[in-house]
């Protein structure tokens, strides 16, 4: 992938997916600034791409959740230097949704909706000024699961709905979008090796160390390289393993049924 030098803002970069892609962002000579709760984790990875690859990594220690860090982690998302937005961050909720206390459904929305949107709407200016800019968001392909039932899929009634929003503000995003020379794309990863489902967000898994969780799941740098060869060829939907695009589309023409057919006489 062809990119400009310049700085990618990449938030839950203390494991997984985000620290995955801020690695292969700083290896192609991108700065990053990382951004997570986890200061010892940032620090770690900071000093990592610092010997790695010569880049200038910058550590951002905030909580998305946060209104007065959302706003810190928005300013700089909205500097001059930014060339790609990662919005990784996201915590999952799991559990019944009648039991789901009220602070953890506020977070889960705070985190996956409200953050990733500010975030979008700091940097997309500056990168319209520019002539060039690439925003992912990451979603899930539990944004697809719609009502299919618990068991062995998890309890996901709000975190599913927050990526089921995700794929749809990105897709229209994008819409918006066509023409200009930015890229935007929602990555829309399945089960994946990462410790994700070790914590349901209300805190992050402790420890220095990244870690895996039980359930196992794709390794984090096929998710990139999925991500990475769609922006190539202006994907907007990646679902990384999906080797036959035709469901997607045959999605896009259901939807067009629907409206159409829903259209007054």
Do not use: W
């Not at 007065?68 to 300013?75: G, T």
């Amino acid at each position: 992938m062809s990119t400009r030098r310049g700085t990618a803002l990449v938030t839950g970069a203390s494991s997984g997916i985000g620290a995955a892609y801020a690695r292969r962002l700083a290896g192609r000579g991108l700065d990053t600034v990382l951004v997570a709760r986890r200061a010892d984790r940032l620090e770690d990875l900071a000093r990592r791409l610092r010997a790695e690859t010569a880049t200038a990594p910058e550590p951002l220690v905030a909580d998305l959740s946060e209104p007065a860090d959302l706003a810190r982690v928005a300013e700089r998302a909205a500097g001059d230097d930014i060339g790609f937005l990662l919005n990784n961050a996201g915590i999952n909720g799991y559990g019944p949704f009648a039991g789901l206390e009220l602070e953890l459904m506020a977070k889960v929305l705070g985190v996956n909706v409200v953050a990733l949107t500010a975030l979008t709407r700091a940097a997309v200016p500056a990168m319209l000024e520019r002539g060039h800019g690439t925003v992912v968001n990451v979603a899930s392909q539990l944004a697809f699961a719609g009502a299919l039932p618990p068991g062995p899929l998890p309890e996901r009634a709000v975190y599913g709905g927050t990526k089921g929003y995700v794929v749809t503000f990105t897709r229209t995003l994008a819409a918006e979008l066509a023409g200009t020379p930015l890229r935007v794309q929602v990555l829309c990863p399945g089960l994946t090796a990462t410790e994700f489902h070790r914590s349901r967000g209300d805190a992050p898994v402790p420890g220095r160390e990244e870690s895996v969780h039980e359930d196992g799941g794709a390794p984090v740098d096929r998710v990139v390289d999925a991500s990475l060869a769609a922006l190539e060829t202006d994907q907007v939907v990646c679902v990384p393993g999906l080797r036959d695009p035709a469901p997607l589309a045959r999605l896009a023409e259901a939807e067009l049924a629907v409206r159409t057919g829903a259209a007054p006489e």
